[in-house]
């Protein structure tokens, strides 16, 4: 009852804060919905400013630490901050928001491990892939779950609106849904789920420590995340490609998934 609680108010403050982003566009132009600014070329909504949407927490992706957002993918968005020559402004988005490309209505950018596929392609454009991410099972040592089929009849979570989702309603699993990733691990870890269905990179990385738990099954899906783009921007996905390219190149991208993934990811 209280991580449902908890989730209804994380659903609200997030919409409210895309909500409000959305309103900056609107009155940073006098009532124009015209982007406020074009820094090289690119226009972005605030002035001097890259808006980027993100599911928060999504540990190790983006978290708050020490009062600020950090992780691999903000990590990626200060790089291409940088290289508009603009300032970073993160927006906590609900992934529902992000996933569905509405989102994209206050922000620039969303960059959140973002899965790309068909049906998400349909309403926003994406970057070059930036990471694989396949989908994996974590389950406690005690459930005797082994693998999708023995997890039927269990309790098992997912988050909403995600891949794992869709592969475990696909699979047969009546799977438990949670807003957002930190709540899932919260529900694993209190006991109230057996398991729970999800991305490698984040579900592999919250267990790492804690004995209590083992990655029982791996899925793979060949998941590629990307950097959603509003549909038709090319110039802004040229110019996010460019700084994929380079951090590719000089190695920083690996250096970046060293940093929070270790070997865990994979």
Sequence with gaps: MQLKSLAQAKFAAKAAAILAAGALTLTACGGSTTPAATEGGIQLINAGKLTVCSDVPYEPFEFQKDGKIVG??????????????????????????????????????????????????SVMDFSDPYMDDDLTLVATTASGITDINSAKGKKVGVQQATTGAKYAAENGIDAQQFEDSGLLVQALQAGTIDAALGNQSILAYAIKDDAKFERVDDYATGEKLGISIKKGNTAMAEK?????????????????????????AK
């Design 72 to 121: 691999f993918d903000i990590d990626i968005a200060n790089e291409v901050a940088k290289d508009l020559g603009a300032e970073l402004s993160i927006v906590d988005s609900s992934f529902e928001a992000i996933e569905t490309g509405t989102a994209l209505t206050g922000c620039d950018l969303s960059i959140s491990s973002i899965s790309i596929t068909d049906v998400r392609k």
């Design 240 to 264: 996010v490609n460019g700084t994929l390219k380079r951090l590719t190149g000089d190695g920083s991208l690996k250096k970046f998934e060293t940093t929070w993934f270790g070997e865990t």
